[in-house]
Nanobody
Framework: QVQLVQSGGGLVQAGGSLRVSCAASGRTFSMGWFRQAPGKEREFVASFRWSGGSPFYVASVKGRFTISADNAKNTGYLQMNSLKPEDTAVYYC????????????WGQGTQVTVSS
């Protein structure tokens, strides 16, 4: 397991953009992004492998959200564009230590609020 520290997020009007960062204390196999809206279960949003390959996005964010990473800093980024009020949630990053492991390290969560 590693320590994950999130930053970014905040309040933006609909149609705006925000970025959330997730700095890991060490190298992992992959990083995923999740979100949890009030009164709802946590849902998977996107993921990528540090070794490369195409990131994966759920349909509701595809084309609006983009994952990137700075391998030298072990930091992942979730760039969120064209934000909608329904994107309002606490966003979490998480990492897998291996290809067949569960997400075993979690960030502290970052609030993203989109006003209409």
């Amino acid at each position: 397991q590693v320590q994950l520290v999130q930053s970014g997020g905040g309040l933006v009007q609909a149609g705006g953009s925000l970025r959330v960062s997730c700095a890991a204390s060490g190298r992992t196999f992959s990083m995923g992004w999740f979100r949890q809206a009030p009164g709802k279960e946590r849902e998977f949003v996107a993921s990528f492998r540090w070794s490369g390959g195409s990131p994966f996005y759920v349909a509701s964010v595809k084309g609006r959200f983009t994952i990137s990473a700075d391998n030298a800093k072990n930091t992942g980024y979730l760039q969120m564009n064209s934000l909608k009020p329904e994107d309002t949630a606490v966003y979490y990053c998480a990492t897998k230590s291996g290809a067949y492991s569960d997400y075993d390290s979690w960030g502290q969560g970052t609030q993203v609020t989109v006003s209409s």
